[in-house]
């Protein structure tokens, strides 16, 4: 039997009756050949990744060189997440995880996302649950361990993050959004401020979902966390809080002043060295493409490592011909030392591009490892070497837990046509075109095997025939043949088409398990927002997803509910 310890690290869906089954990453469509390789063998790429380990366990063995790195002021970090949550009402849980923080053997483990609407797609919520399974782990261990969720609220990317999809009531792939003209462009999604039209599309959203004995619940969390009046980051960090923080989760807002004081130092030392940096990365995306790897970021030796908001926009700052750095769009330009004077002066001006966020996390918090996406996990094979350049120990990152969940009917739509999710990646017509042929047009499908066959056969004969009488009369022949399958296999298609039109039932069936599982030819925790679960089964369904998130899984998991 499992110590409580060991239940944290490792998953244990078993016990509450969920089946989950391990499906290799090598088998989903469009992964990158350096996440796969990565997932193989971390170790294996000690070059990009200096601090990787095979196991989550192994992490533990960092924490006495992560605790001496670790020279922020814990005190004031502590005081400024634990005065943000008594504005967000955090549980009592989080306010004792921000206390044990407070010890000088305290780590950190984090993971982080972009503000989406409703918390965004569902790998969002496996990013925190995957730190808190860590964090818990670690803890029964040993070690002060508490989890920590990045929220990316400097990101200016709005389309990304205002829109969140659902599988309706009725199984269409459905969504709401935010409007376009709440956000300035290039200002940071964390300043959009919610107005009353948020009433509006929560009204919307539910409904779009069923109406269960659970919508009154999560109509009341809805309504709490994202009202009129408070900022976008602020109200996913109070989603977050509602669904997970009796898990201890903290969540962190870098637009914070207090962080950003904190954090300047880091900053300035950035920017006095940001021609080393940026020729650090030029020539590790020059390593990665000869060893076979893509580079995740375009990097450019004239490149700085942060960006300054200015007028209400982001704006980059870029080496000029004459080795001056120069501000987009204006013809200020500065050198080194007078742009790390005033970062020092004034830091929340500035906010670090996509190389040196990660350094600047794990410079506030004493991180001992992050989960992250595969994307993330590219990101980092490159910026690793800004983590060399500023002397901070690299972190290690895990792939985050991956999952698709599987509801009973959808379940029993797979089973009835012997599908799988693998089966979904080959694409609507391939999947309708089996299921007409195996179930519900089977004798037609073997009348047209039939019919190929012979014809096929009786061509052969014919074209032996016109190979002894012209071989130029079987070439034509073979032309033909080519004519004759080609209207065979489109006559086929029209009948696989026919097929379903006739039988609605199935072809809904079918199109509701497209819109589930794999919507849009995506993985559903790419596209499927939590509501959409928490409509159909309440807040179970996070204790569920808890239970099957295991620290340690490579593989993405296929959980049946």
Known sequence: MLTAAESACHG???????????????????????????????????????????HHYEVAARSAEVLAAHRVDRAALCDALEAFHRRLAAPPETFAQ?????????????????????TGPLYTIYKALSAIKLAQCLTGRGLAAVPVFWIATEDHDWAEVRRAEV???????????IDDRSHAEGAPVGHVQLDQSIEEIISRLLELLPSTEFTPALERLLREAYAPGLAYGEAFARMMLA???RYGLIVLDPLDAHLKRLAAPLYAEAARRAPEIASA??????????????????ASPDAFPLFIHLDGARRAITRSAEGRYRIKDTEREYNLAEL???????PTLFSPNVTLRSVVQDYLLPTIAYYGGAAEIAYFAQTSEVYRVLQRPATPIFHRASMTIVERRTARTLARYNLHLADLFAGSEAVIARVVEEHLGRETA?????????????????????LRFDPTLAAALDGGRKKINHQLKGLRLRFHRAQMARDRAAHRQIERAFNSLYPDKTLQERRINITSLLARHGQYVIDWLYEATDPDANDHLIVYL
Do not use: T
């Not at 088998?27 to 601090?51: G, M, N, V, W």
């Not at 407070?102 to 989406?116: F, I, K, L, Y």
């Open 340 to 346: 790390a004077s005033w970062i020092e002066q004034e």
């Open 98 to 118: 921000i206390e044990r923080l407070r010890r000088s053997d305290a780590v950190a483990v984090v993971s982080g996302q972009q503000a989406g609407l409703f």
């Open 446 to 466: 073997r009348r047209f095997d039939q019919a190929e066959r012979e014809i096929n056969e009786a061509l052969d004969k014919l074209r032996a025939e016109l």
């Open 243 to 245: 669904l997970l923080g």
């Open 167 to 177: 599988v309706a009531c009725d199984g269409r792939l459905a969504s709401v959004e």
């Open 12 to 54: 244990s869906p078993e016990k509450i009756g969920l089946r989950v089954e391990r499906f290799p990453f090598e088998r989903i469509p469009h992964q990158s050949r350096l996440f796969l390789a990565y997932l193989r063998d971390p170790e294996s790429l000690r070059h990009f990744y200096p601090s990787a380990v095979r």
């Open 281 to 298: 990365l030029v020539a590790r995306s020059r390593e990665l493409e000869e060893a076979g790897f893509h580079a995740q970021v375009i």
